[in-house]
């Protein structure tokens, strides 16, 4: 099943923020978007001292059990709140 035509566009659209999230932003967006696209986290945990893979797979891991319906919508509706945040830059 390929994601909605929504969530496609929600992805090019983070890109064009007048500002980069910040990393505890990026990582929620990291974590609905993977767990969207390929599901529960399927890679083993890294290693402790690779501090920015084990942030991306801990939020990644988080959403274990989240359906890819309910991962768009969260993804989506994230997204929305960044840009009334950022803006969207011109």
Known sequence: MSNSQEFLIAAETVKKLSQKPNNDELKVLYGFYKQ???GDCNTEKPGMFDFKEK?????WNSNKGMSKYDSE???ITYVNQLIQKYGLSN
């Not at 942030?55 to 939020?59: E, H, P, Q, R, T």
């Open 55 to 59: 942030a991306k797979w801990d939020s």
């Open 73 to 75: 919508v969260n993804y």
């Open 36 to 38: 969207a696209v390929v």
